[in-house]
T-cell receptor, first 112, second 111 residues
Framework: ELKVEQNPLFLSMQEGKNYTIYCNYS?????LYWYRQDPGKSLESLFV?????AVKQEGRLMASLDTKARLSTLHITAAVHDLSATYFC????????????FGTGTLLAVQP | NAGVTQTPKFRILKIGQSMTLQCTQD?????MYWYRQDPGMGLKLIYY???????DKGEVPNGYNVSRSTTEDFPLRLELAAPSQTSVYFC??????????FGAGTRLSVL
């Protein structure tokens, strides 16, 4: 059974600082997604990572994938308050169904 | 662009009542999904569909039923509501193995 673990579960950081969120998963997978969720809102897709060594960047966020280590990271550079949200990684269990297993999420609070 | 539309946005049910959560998408996506999100947790897949007439169970299907008669619509039926079904329900759709796009969610309380 595929398990997806994120850490930390809660991250409070100051504006301007850098930090990394980690996503570990237990079995092989051919793709991994990162989503953002604002309080009381729906999920917004940030990145899809398709292969070992894949790196995607958008603004202050950069995601990477190491399929051999079964690890993805979401790196935040020079955090700003607008990045405050919950971030989820989701792992495709494989096959043609596009079924995802979500991590428990990381609540990011960026303090001024 | 409407995307994925869910109705209702909020609902309170009494134990034992039934209801249908509606989901429709206008992106001509063949795959659709229902998830539930409990407080402070990630999403868990309830049911999914890879096309009209084809549905299958996800991680937590007990107490729910689905149907998919058209490409656009994927309703989720709750029979005999229980307090354990209090949650936020999200519908999503995708074009095969691709990014899933989510609706705004339905907040359901069973009292």
């Amino acid at each position: 059974e595929l398990k997806v673990e994120q850490n930390p579960l809660f991250l409070s950081m100051q504006e301007g600082k850098n930090y990394t969120i980690y996503c570990n998963y237990s079995t092989t997978s051919d793709r991994l997604y990162w989503y953002r969720q604002d309080p009381g809102k729906s999920l917004e897709s940030l990145f899809v990572l398709l292969s070992n060594g894949a790196v995607k960047q958008e603004g202050r966020l950069m995601a990477s994938l190491d399929t051999k280590a079964r690890l993805s990271t979401l790196h935040i550079t020079a955090a700003v308050h607008d990045l405050s949200a919950t971030y989820f990684c989701a792992v495709d269990i494989g096959g043609a169904t596009n079924k995802l297993i979500f991590g428990t999420g990381t609540l990011l609070a960026v303090q001024p | 662009n409407a995307g994925v539309t869910q109705t209702p946005k909020f609902r309170i049910l009494k134990i034992g009542q039934s209801m249908t959560l509606q989901c429709t998408q206008d992106m001509n996506h063949n795959y659709m999904y229902w998830y539930r999100q409990d407080p402070g947790m990630g999403l868990k897949l309830i049911y999914y569909s890879v096309g009209a007439g084809i549905t299958d169970k996800g991680e937590v299907p007990n107490g729910y039923n689905v149907s998919r008669s058209t490409t656009e619509d994927f309703p989720l039926r709750l029979e005999l509501a229980a307090p354990s079904q209090t949650s936020v329900y999200f519908c999503a759709s995708s074009l095969a193995k691709n990014i899933q796009y989510f609706g705004a969610g339905t907040r359901l309380s069973v009292l």
